[in-house]
């Protein structure tokens, strides 16, 4: 296709149709197809003829604002729509709110809809009814039915909070009552102390667990008849101690059946009151697993109380609480109850509320720029009472070919009212152009205060959007098909257009241009005119290349009847190779750019548009079509480079190789100085798919690509648990034993008749795990097996690192490293590599540093595994590839102050570890915050408005401090001896046997480092 050359596609894909809008003839029809879209357009006139129909909730119900409904039904009425007021009985008919009945649907005040809607409006969704709604998220506060009362959640729990108990069944009243409970523990060899304290109004019982391992709870004696007739409440106070913040409570019917609730604990006494849909179910038996059950209070026949990592959230080893008066009552709402949670769809930008942040500052809100027709800028405020609600950003509709399912539009956004810094959208519009929710459009709201949309910037926003709603004209997307390209790289430019209205769409035209920084030179790639039947897509694109690097911006238009009607706009970037490339090496212990020494002071980067994504092949394809979206990108790497780090960890599929994102990325992080440490995928090298990775980077030309600096080519692999190794290492195992220990004769005197009888000496086991995990007879043999798995993995990894330096010579190979290094790892459930196994297969030490979660205490270690790494191999920079905790709690659905607390205290003490080890650098898991649907996490360094969190701002002091010190390790002045052999247990014997006089010599002052008394495998070296 010659460059310029232009091509139009019309499709009518199966959709949603609007009411009385015509239905197509089939193909099969013996009407001639231009008679048959005329009549199609025809009857599509003649549906225009009725007022499209809007249904707008109303409810008297907690939450519902009868002004911010009527002020909404009249701007609905007013953009021409037949408005009708609906309740609850035709909020939950599928029949009644249907987009057969009904075009849109007015929600204000989502926030407090019935529980009951969500499947009923979920239904109209998916069969594509348009959306406006007001407040978000929805059902936040939901409201349910009660016995004919309208009842919040908040309601509820304020009315059980003033039930007392009406028969107390434990009030630890007398020291005795502490002999008739039993304390049950994972690990009963731990001290906890059990007593009966003074407390508020009586006495209660104390807990204090030295150290919570697995679980630790306390066993009520049997009881019978606990709960009189009527009585469904169990009622109790408690509070906790400075690091307790959860306490689970246990019931066990006679069935055996067991029924575990969890409440939040506060550092003062709080009543509870729990019904028993806060009981859930726990290993049930088979009779008791239906979704229906539930907990049978008249069955109660033991309570348990305690802590249990299964079922708390705990954070640290030792905990404590107070827990006093359990007992039982009637609730105030008789036999009902509410669910203990309601199960919502996942509906983008709409519910549930994970997918909404806080906006902690004082903001002014503006009209979304890029989107509208040119104008002046105004503005609007918040006029909200509670906190401004911001919504996770998704990718736009900029670019080409990206195969979206829906266009995210920005409608209102919220910017610093001090220094104009971006907050978040308040406000959006998606349109859906794929299933399941396809032909619908979403105008969502996320202020809930009537006063708010009687500003008149809101007004004239919600009418230009219930126009566009009406009209249905939109474009799905528009741009390049590349965000940077290549000098003189031939790439597409286009856009999809479809009509969701009623009526045909005339007199459409739609230019694609090519705009110069700064202004001054348009280029027109192509002019053309359009007429769209209802529920039709167009298809225009046309071929393009950069004539120069001022050419820099895409622009899209759209136009009816010579009037604006949408755009969109992006940036384009021309990369080149320098001239003169400064790539980082890795040498001398070190990394060293230009001669100067240089630290990796960074982050493990995904984009701020993952967070509360459902999408999972957008999470981890972001840097792929449809995820990526260079404005979001770009805004999250500046803020990344202002809190002072200087590099990113990213990773990429080979799958993601045609969409080219990676360049412009790359581009981006030049241009602030960011580099990139790039992880490789798929595969690893015990599986390495080489062409792919060679693929990838011959195609990004990331030889040439100084702003990379390091690859990783495996994701935190390890031996695994012993099923996984004995089915990948038998064979080579039992090859390894023959070729250098011989046959069974040698192997029995190497290894001891005992522990060969344990498994065929013709073809020996792989050794068990239990005898990896403690020391013992078997020492020798395990000694030759971690020998046997350091040969493997060198040989492995080393052919890996060989075959990318061919291709790629300025570049160093490795990967991150999961538990290796960790001298306190000791875990059944697999086994970490070995540094050791790595010397001469990798060029950087890359551990990770889950296993130093915790106090200063806990965190230390981390010097030891640096000690090892460069025992093993002096000569490689240590990089920790993953630090972090997650703050978020489960509870409240949002960041906990304790978490944020406790993580800044741990980010304080990890810079501590890293200057007193000489790390070369760190990577932070990871840079938004925000809820992590697929791992329930929260392990951001920022918060989702770009304001600081704690974390953030020890990064910006502490992190100021690392990079100034030393550049090269110290070197030790006190020699530690060790022996790999000397323990079945490899790093952690190492460690146990030489923790004393380390930590000892540096308390004395001293810089100790590791020698080999031997290297393992070796023999012992003469007197």
């Not at 960890?649 to 993601?656: A, G, L, T």
């Not at 401090?961 to 052999?981: G, M, Q």
């Amino acid at each position: 296709m010659r460059l310029n050359q232009f091509m139009l596609t019309v499709v009518s894909p199966t959709a949603r149709l609007r009411p009385n809008q015509f239905l197509p003839l089939p193909a099969a029809a013996t009407l001639g197809g231009r008679l048959v879209a005329t009549l199609m357009l025809f009857a599509a006139d003649l549906a225009a003829s009725e007022p499209p129909r809007a249904a707008v909730f109303r409810e008297p119900s907690p939450g519902h604002d009868e002004t911010l409904a009527r002020i909404i039904a009249n701007q609905v009425s007013a953009a021409g729509y037949a408005v009708s007021f609906i309740n609850t009985a035709s909020l939950t008919n599928t029949s009644t709110l249907s987009p057969k009945q009904f075009d849109l649907l007015v929600l204000p005040g989502a926030r407090s809809l019935p529980a009951v809607a969500a499947p009923a409006v979920e239904s109209f969704l998916q069969a594509g009814g348009d959306l406006l709604a007001l407040g978000l998220p929805a059902w936040e506060q939901a409201v349910f039915d009660l016995n004919g009362r309208w009842v919040s959640r908040a309601d509820f729990n304020a009315a059980l909070a003033t039930v007392k108990p009406e028969r107390i069944l434990f009030d630890f009243g007398q020291d005795d009552d502490l002999r008739l409970w039993q304390r049950t523990s994972n690990d009963p060899s731990i001290p906890t102390r059990h007593e009966i304290v003074a407390a508020q109004n009586g006495k209660a019982l104390h807990v204090d667990i030295g150290k919570l391992t697995g679980w630790d709870t306390f066993m009520s004696p049997p009881l019978t008849n606990a709960y009189a007739p009527g009585q469904t409440l169990t009622c109790f106070r408690a509070k906790g101690g400075s690091h307790t913040k959860q306490l689970a409570l246990e019931c066990t019917e006679t069935d055996g059946s067991r029924w575990i609730a969890t409440v939040a604990l506060t550092p003062e006494w709080r009543s509870y009151a729990l019904t028993p849909a806060a009981f859930k179910a726990w290993e049930p038996p088979p009779a008791r697993r239906g979704e229906q059950d539930c907990f049978q209070p008249r069955n109660a026949a033991r309570f348990v109380v305690g802590l249990a990592h299964t079922h708390t959230a705990v954070e640290g080893e030792r905990q404590e609480y107070w827990f006093a008066d359990l007992g039982t009552a009637t609730s105030p709402f008789g036999d009902a109850s509410l669910p203990d949670e309601i199960k919502l769809p996942h509906l983008e930008s709409f519910a549930p509320g994970y997918q909404f942040f806080p906006i902690a500052t004082n903001v002014l809100v503006y009209e979304a720029s890029g989107t509208q027709a040119p104008r002046q800028r105004s503005k609007a405020d918040p006029a909200e009472t509670a906190p401004l609600l911001g919504l996770h950003p998704r990718p736009r509709g900029v670019g080409f070919n990206q195969e979206r399912p829906f266009r995210w539009e920005p409608l209102l956004t919220a910017h610093d009212s001090t220094n104009d810094d971006y907050r978040g959208a308040i406000a959006a519009l998606m349109v859906h152009v794929q299933p399941p929710y396809r032909g619908g459009v979403w105008a969502v709201f996320t202020p809930s205060a009537a006063d708010f949309y009687q500003q008149p910037l809101v007004k004239n926003c919600l009418q230009q959007t219930l126009d566009r709603m009406r009209r249905g004209v939109f474009l799905v997307e528009g741009g390049a098909e590349f965000f940077t390209v290549f000098e003189n790289q031939t790439f597409s430019v286009g856009a999809r257009i479809v009509n969701l209205g009623a009526n045909a769409a005339t007199n459409l035209s739609l230019a694609l241009e090519l705009d110069t920084r700064p202004p001054g030179g348009r280029r027109v790639l192509k002019a053309t005119s359009l007429r769209l039947a209802p529920d039709q897509t167009a298809t225009v694109e046309t071929q393009a290349r950069l004539r120069n690097s001022a050419e820099s911006v895409v622009r899209v238009t759209l136009r009816a009847d010579g009037e604006w009607l949408d755009g969109l706009s992006h940036e384009i970037g021309l990369w080149r190779p320098k001239t003169n490339p400064a790539f980082i090496e890795a040498r001398a212990g070190g990394f060293w750019q230009r001669g100067q020494p240089w630290k990796a002071h960074g982050v493990n980067y995904m984009p701020s548009s993952g967070i509360g994504l459902a999408n999972q092949q957008h999470f981890e394809h972001w840097v792929g079509r449809g995820a990526y979206d260079p404005e979001i990108i770009g805004r999250d790497l500046r803020r990344i480079k202002a809190m002072n780090l200087n590099a990113v960890s990213v990773f990429i599929y080979h799958e993601s190789l045609g969409a080219q994102h990676l360049l412009d990325f790359l581009r981006r992080c030049e241009e602030l100085d960011l580099h990139v440490n790039l992880s490789l995928r798929p595969g690893t090298p015990l599986d390495f798919r080489w062409n792919e990775m060679k693929g990838l980077i011959e195609h990004y030309r990331l030889a040439q690509n100084d702003t990379v600096f390091a690859y990783d080519l495996a994701w935190e692999p390890s031996h695994g648990g012993h099923p996984q190794q004995q089915q990948t290492y038998q064979t080579a195992w039992a090859e390894w034993v023959e070729t250098h220990i011989g046959q069974r004769g040698a192997v029995e005197k190497a290894w001891g008749t005992n522990v060969v009888g344990s498994s065929d000496a013709q073809s020996p086991a792989v050794p068990p795990t239990a005898w990896l995990l403690q020391d013992g007879p078997w020492r020798q043999c395990v000694a030759d097996y971690r020998r046997f798995l350091d040969d493997f993995l060198r040989a492995k990894y080393a052919e890996a690192r060989r075959r990318v330096k061919s291709i790629d010579p300025n570049h160093a190979v490795s990967f991150r490293m999961q538990h290796a290094g960790d001298p306190t790892f000791n875990w059944d459930a697999f086994l970490p590599y070995d540094f050791y196994s790595l010397t001469d297969a990798v060029d950087i030490w890359e551990p990770e540093a889950y296993g130093r979660i915790g106090d200063w205490e806990k965190v230390k270690p981390g010097r030891f595994t640096a000690g090892y790494a460069r025992l093993c191999d002096s000569g490689k920079p240590l990089v920790w590839a993953e630090m972090g905790t997650s703050v978020w709690d489960p509870l409240s659905m949002s960041p906990a102050p304790e978490k944020l607390e406790f993580a800044a205290s741990y980010y304080r003490d990890f810079y501590r570890m890293l200057e007193a080890s000489d790390a070369n650098g760190v990577f932070f898991w990871w840079y938004p915050g925000g809820y992590r649907l697929n791992e329930r996490s929260d392990f951001g360094i920022i918060n989702p408005d770009g304001t600081d969190r704690s974390i953030t701002t020890i990064i910006r002091t502490e992190g100021a401090k690392f990079l100034l010190s030393h550049p090269a390790a110290r070197k030790p002045n006190y020699w530690i001896a060790v022996d790999r052999d000397r323990d079945a247990r490899g790093l952690l014997g190492i460690y146990e046997a030489a923790k004393a006089e380390y930590w000892q010599a540096i308390a004395a002052g001293k810089s100790p480092g590791l020698k080999w008394a031997k290297r393992p495998g070796q023999p012992a070296p003469e007197p």
